[in-house]
């Protein structure tokens, strides 16, 4: 059970140092950032953060609105497209990547190469995103390997449903554009040759959410269409379904399960894509809504994934929990996002909204999954964690962030600017304020001031951004060298819940452990008040960590200060105070020396 810290970049913004950050920007405008700006340099001091991946968001080449026709890319219609930029999540070229991010885009895929590269010899591994659920409106590959058709050239649709249609459609009508779309119009209402035309699909197919209008709402996934897996319409399946006893076989099992089946096209189409950039040096992949795909299609990728690389990690969004054990057990995720419950409970602790004492419930619910479950404050999805809407400044998201980094053995993930207290204020035009835009050409100025255009040493940072920064980078790297925290859970909030006294509410304490090492985590939540307390540690505890009576001398090493533990026949007491945000990583090393 070793621990990883995930660091999302999204590759686009990442290396962009304009700071126009015009609405509806052109990429002239407000520029965009290259793979080349995640030099060597850059990738060292990713890496000094305490960061063993990296999920490069946005690298398949998806929609967007941009003049490729040079390098033989088709024009994108702008009404279909959201954004100017353009989501990550409506890939249009599962073989190619994105030409924003190329200083040659005819070579785009090179460069990419060059960036994996570049992050292996920085003693990282990289993470690319695969959409399984839906594509672009229009697909065209252009650098498919021999064999390989592109989705939908190969179906029949004149009808809804057909087992090896990779789409779904809607026989005798005409795709239309949701009415909301004359009052929010593509690109912000600017004149735009290519929206001379209107955009044609007839039939129709399914949009990306499910959706079965011909004219989706404007809150459905419009720019997507739905990819089929031989899910008929009426929710059955029209494959072989996985055996319940195969919840609990490993990989290779599952992998000798597919052998021979006949299976939906669209299963092999995003098998051949995975193991595509497996062979281009990609190290594991994350998963856009894997909770809308059939868990047995990824009980087959997966497997395959694993077959192919032993050590590929492979991650998803799923956020019903009733489903977390069927996507890591019949579909052998690796991680899934803790979202529902972890991330919303701090989230709402923060906002003064819940109570620590949910902490350890979460724990104790998901104790059987617990390293499966990938733990994060901040991704392209949410709100950034120091906008007004969640802790109001990244200072206040530091208890949140110790508990989420050492609650459990599961990775880390923080997104990128997360460190130096990114708000994502900008109006960026689709993208709206307290979520870095995805949509859009933009700058992330706090991520920005750290990059001081290319030297990456963090000069043109305020204090207190320093300061964040250093705290993310100490408790990250503690995470990679502290063995305790692959260690066993204890809490111990219940034995101090009558010490924490009116702060229960705001204050927090877990232990965790091995036959190494013991580690305190200790934590206020509150803005405003602090308390001194006597932290208990149970008698069952002591025993276990083989402690005589006597005193002994713990080190808070995100602090660099120490304070005393008192070990009776009882337990033990520590005397300390939690200030407000205060953040404790009490250490006990070398357990044995005291055996």
Same mark, same amino acid.
């Given at each position: 059970?070793?621990?990883?810290?995930?660091?999302?970049?999204?590759?686009?913004?990442?290396?962009?140092?304009?700071?126009?950050?015009?609405?509806? @920007?052109?990429?002239?405008?407000?520029?965009? %950032?290259?793979?080349?700006?995640?030099?060597?340099?850059?990738?060292?001091?990713?890496?000094?953060? @305490?960061?063993?991946?990296?999920?490069?968001?946005?690298?398949?080449?998806?929609?967007?609105?941009?003049?490729?026709?040079?390098?033989?890319?088709?024009?994108?219609?702008?009404?279909?497209?959201?954004?100017?930029?353009?989501?990550?999540?409506?890939?249009?070229?599962?073989?190619?990547?994105?030409?924003?991010?190329?200083?040659?885009?005819?070579?785009?895929?090179?460069?990419?190469?060059?960036?994996?590269?570049?992050?292996?010899?920085?003693?990282?591994?990289?993470?690319?995103?695969?959409?399984?659920?839906?594509?672009?409106?229009?697909?065209?590959?252009?650098?498919?390997?021999?064999?390989?058709?592109?989705?939908?050239?190969?179906?029949?649709?004149?009808?809804?449903?057909?087992?090896?249609?990779?789409?779904?459609?809607?026989?005798?009508?005409?795709?239309?554009?949701?009415?909301?779309?004359?009052?929010?119009?593509?690109? @912000?209402?600017?004149?735009?040759?290519?929206?001379?035309?209107?955009?044609?699909?007839?039939?129709?197919?399914?949009?990306?959410?499910?959706?079965?209008?011909?004219?989706?709402?404007?809150?459905?996934?419009?720019?997507?269409?739905?990819?089929?897996?031989?899910?008929?319409?009426?929710?059955?399946?029209?494959?072989?379904?996985?055996?319940?006893?195969?919840?609990?076989?490993?990989?290779?099992?599952?992998?000798?399960?597919?052998? %021979?089946?006949?299976?939906?096209?669209?299963?092999?189409?995003?098998?051949?894509?995975?193991?595509?950039?497996?062979?281009?040096?990609?190290?594991?992949?994350?998963?856009?809504?894997?909770?809308?795909?059939?868990?047995?299609?990824?009980?087959?990728?997966?497997?395959?994934?694993?077959?192919?690389?032993?050590?590929?990690?492979?991650?998803?969004?799923?956020?019903?929990?009733?489903?977390?054990?069927?996507?890591?057990?019949?579909?052998?995720?690796?991680?899934?996002?803790?979202?529902?419950?972890?991330?919303?409970?701090?989230?709402?602790?923060?906002?003064?909204?819940?109570?620590?004492?949910?902490?350890?419930?979460?724990?104790?619910?998901?104790?059987?999954?617990?390293?499966?479950?990938?733990?994060?404050?901040?991704?392209?999805?949410?709100?950034?964690?120091?906008?007004?809407?969640?802790?109001?400044?990244?200072?206040?998201?530091?208890?949140?962030?110790?508990?989420?980094?050492?609650?459990?053995?599961?990775?880390?993930?923080?997104?990128?600017?997360?460190?130096? %207290?990114?708000?994502?204020?900008?109006?960026?035009?689709?993208?709206?304020?307290?979520?870095?835009?995805?949509?859009?050409?933009?700058?992330?100025?706090?991520?920005?001031?750290?990059?001081?255009?290319?030297?990456?040493?963090?000069?043109?940072?305020?204090?207190?951004?320093?300061?964040?920064?250093?705290?993310?980078?100490?408790?990250?790297?503690?995470?990679?060298?502290?063995?305790?925290?692959?260690?066993?859970?204890?809490?111990?909030?219940?034995?101090?819940?009558?010490?924490?006294?009116?702060?229960?509410?705001?204050?927090?304490?877990?232990?965790?452990?091995?036959?190494?090492?013991?580690?305190?985590?200790?934590?206020?939540?509150?803005?405003?008040?602090?308390?001194?307390?006597?932290?208990?540690?149970?008698?069952?505890?002591?025993?276990?960590?083989?402690?005589?009576?006597?005193?002994?001398?713990?080190?808070?090493?995100?602090?660099?200060?120490?304070?005393?533990?008192?070990?009776?026949?009882?337990?033990?007491?520590?005397?300390?105070?939690?200030?407000?945000?205060?953040?404790?990583?009490?250490?006990?090393?070398?357990?044995?020396?005291?055996?």
């Amino acid at each position: 059970m070793k621990k990883h810290n995930i660091y999302q970049v999204f590759t686009r913004l990442f290396g962009n140092t304009n700071s126009n950050n015009q609405a509806w @920007g052109t990429i002239e405008q407000n520029g965009v %950032g290259k793979f080349s700006d995640l030099s060597d340099l850059a990738l060292e001091k990713i890496r000094q953060l @305490g960061i063993t991946y990296i999920w490069y968001t946005g690298i398949p080449h998806h929609a967007l609105v941009g003049d490729y026709n040079e390098i033989g890319v088709d024009n994108d219609h702008p009404s279909v497209v959201k954004g100017r930029a353009g989501s990550p999540y409506a890939v249009k070229d599962y073989y190619s990547v994105n030409p924003d991010l190329a200083d040659d885009p005819a070579k785009r895929n090179q460069e990419f190469s060059a960036l994996i590269k570049r992050t292996h010899n920085a003693g990282m591994k990289v993470i690319i995103d695969i959409v399984p659920n839906h594509v672009a409106r229009v697909y065209k590959g252009l650098n498919n390997p021999d064999g390989v058709r592109d989705f939908g050239a190969d179906d029949n649709p004149h009808v809804e449903y057909q087992r090896d249609n990779n789409f779904y459609y809607i026989p005798g009508q005409r795709f239309e554009l949701p009415d909301t779309l004359t009052h929010q119009p593509a690109l @912000g209402g600017e004149k735009h040759p290519d929206l001379t035309t209107p955009y044609h699909e007839c039939p129709a197919k399914w949009t990306g959410n499910g959706s079965r209008l011909a004219k989706p709402n404007h809150d459905d996934w419009y720019e997507t269409v739905k990819i089929n897996y031989g899910v008929r319409p009426d929710g059955s399946k029209d494959f072989e379904l996985l055996p319940t006893e195969y919840r609990h076989r490993s990989h290779h099992d599952h992998y000798q399960f597919w052998q %021979g089946k006949s299976l939906p096209d669209s299963w092999y189409k995003f098998r051949d894509i995975a193991l595509y950039w497996l062979k281009q040096g990609v190290d594991g992949f994350r998963f856009d809504m894997a909770e809308m795909v059939p868990v047995e299609f990824w009980s087959f990728l997966n497997s395959a994934i694993k077959h192919a690389n032993p050590q590929s990690i492979v991650i998803a969004e799923v956020y019903q929990p009733a489903l977390y054990r069927d996507y890591i057990q019949l579909g052998k995720m690796d991680y899934l996002y803790d979202k529902v419950d972890l991330y919303d409970t701090l989230k709402a602790i923060i906002r003064h909204q819940a109570s620590t004492s949910d902490i350890g419930r979460i724990q104790h619910e998901l104790r059987d999954i617990e390293h499966n479950m990938l733990h994060f404050l901040d991704n392209h999805d949410e709100q950034r964690l120091a906008c007004e809407h969640f802790a109001g400044c990244g200072e206040n998201g530091k208890p949140a962030m110790l508990v989420s980094t050492c609650l459990s053995t599961s990775p880390t993930m923080i997104y990128f600017g997360q460190e130096v %207290g990114e708000v994502g204020a900008e109006m960026a035009g689709f993208g709206q304020p307290s979520r870095t835009s995805i949509f859009d050409y933009i700058g992330v100025p706090s991520h920005q001031r750290w990059m001081n255009h290319g030297r990456f040493d963090g000069a043109l940072l305020s204090e207190s951004e320093k300061t964040l920064r250093a705290f993310y980078s100490r408790l990250l790297n503690l995470a990679l060298s502290s063995p305790a925290l692959s260690g066993d859970y204890h809490d111990l909030y219940a034995e101090n819940y009558q010490n924490f006294a009116d702060m229960q509410h705001q204050l927090y304490a877990f232990a965790r452990s091995d036959n190494q090492q013991a580690v305190i985590i200790a934590t206020n939540f509150s803005r405003e008040k602090g308390k001194t307390i006597e932290l208990k540690i149970p008698h069952h505890l002591i025993k276990l960590w083989q402690l005589s009576a006597g005193h002994y001398e713990l080190i808070d090493k995100l602090n660099h200060t120490s304070y005393p533990m008192q070990v009776n026949q009882h337990g033990a007491t520590i005397p300390i105070y939690l200030a407000p945000l205060a953040t404790h990583f009490l250490c006990l090393d070398e357990l044995g020396q005291f055996r």
